[in-house]
């Protein structure tokens, strides 16, 4: 760690002879302390060019360029995708580039339809946003952010959840590792798990040698949001893997199978500064991200450090009668399995 000011003034100060003043306020005090400003921004500067030139300190930029070394590059984030059904007027039109929104972020349609007999149609939007944000369940989606003459009701009929954050550099920095610390070499498993975590979106992968018998590989994966992979990413990752893998090989790519976690509870909550509502959101935005972390990590899903979220939660004061699942002990998750939020209920 480098000199503190005081340090570095200290030291100059007993260079210089004792014969002279060297008190605050005297002439070699008030000389040598700028000195000793600019040296400590100078030492910290040297520090921080040194831990940028290893995986293990450095960030953002320099990390991209470190991991670049082993051919790696940072995944970028993407834009949730999905359909919304629009209601209105016969002979109403619909045109690429008009938004619908939920609560929090908007959604560009791209594509231009008019609404026939059925008084409907279904089209295809972006999210204005990158990342998760984009991801809503059901019915989310429910507002024109202007009007649109003719249009009177827009809703999601299925959940968006396609929309990935780009990679962090703590994810980015494992995947440096993996590459490093496994031996990738002419098509082993470790190569094949790397190949499924090169594509944007994958959050995780496991393979499964002679899964089918021989000359068979299964690669089984998650997507960034640590939940169950859609079909476009699942293709996306076969894809990878056959321009990269050696031939002969049979190559099976497949979603873990979600397991929805359903928590009921009894909740003593701080109502005087805080809703019911906002309380559940809370645990489940914490729950969400206990599950995220054990994913393809832990074989279960800790009772005990369920129990410990909630009640960590803001706004929680007790709680009681916590069933997981049905019960009250530990799930099990099997290796071709997932862990998901299924819902936290109050009773």
């Known amino acids: 760690m480098a000199d503190t000011i005081d340090v570095i003034h200290e030291r100059m100060l007993s260079n210089i002879s004792d014969e002279y003043d060297k008190t605050e306020g005297s002439f070699f005090y008030d000389t040598t302390k700028p000195v000793a400003i600019e040296l400590e921004s100078v030492y910290k500067e040297q520090e921080s060019i040194l831990d940028k030139g290893f995986v293990e300190t450095a960030t953002g930029e320099w990390l991209d360029k470190k991991v670049a070394e082993q051919g790696l590059t940072r995944k970028p984030a993407t834009k949730a995708t999905g359909y919304v059904t629009i209601e209105g007027s016969e002979g109403a039109i619909i045109n690429a580039g008009d938004k619908v929104a939920n609560d929090t972020v908007t959604y560009t349609i791209l594509e231009s339809k008019t609404i026939d007999s059925t008084l409907k149609a279904s089209v295809q939007v972006e999210c ?22 003719g249009l009177t009701k827009v809703y999601n ?16 920095r494992q995947r440096y590792y993996d590459k490093v610390r496994t031996p990738a070499t002419s098509g082993n498993k470790y190569h094949y798990r790397n190949w499924a975590k090169e594509v944007t979106g994958v959050g995780d992968a496991r393979v499964f040698p002679l899964a089918n018998g021989p000359g068979t590989v ?23 893997i056959e321009e990269n893998r050696p031939i002969g090989a049979t190559v099976t790519v497949v979603s873990a199978t979600e397991v929805p976690i359903n928590i009921n509870v009894t ?25 995220k972390e054990i994913a393809f ?3 279960y899903v800790s ?13 929680v004061l007790d709680y009681s009668n916590l069933i997981v699942n049905g019960g009250t002990s530990n799930i099990t998750i099997a290796d071709n399995e997932v862990a998901v939020l299924g819902g936290v209920t109050n009773v």
């Open 128 to 149: 204005d946003e990158f990342g998760s944000v984009g991801n809503v369940p059901i019915n989310a989606i429910k507002y024109f952010p202007v009007t649109l003459s």
């Open 267 to 291: 909740l003593t909550i701080d109502t005087d500064n805080y809703a019911e509502q906002e309380v559940i959101t809370n645990i489940e935005n914490n729950i969400t991200a206990y599950l």
């Open 303 to 315: 009772y005990a450090k369920v129990g410990s979220i909630i009640l960590d939660t803001i706004g």
């Open 218 to 240: 299964k690669v089984m994966i998650i997507d960034s949001n640590k939940t169950g992979a859609e079909q476009e990413l699942i293709d996306a990752v076969y894809n990878h």
């Open 297 to 299: 990590v832990e074989d």
């Open 157 to 172: 009929e299925e959940k968006i959840d396609n929309g990935y954050d780009g990679e962090t550099d703590e994810e980015l």
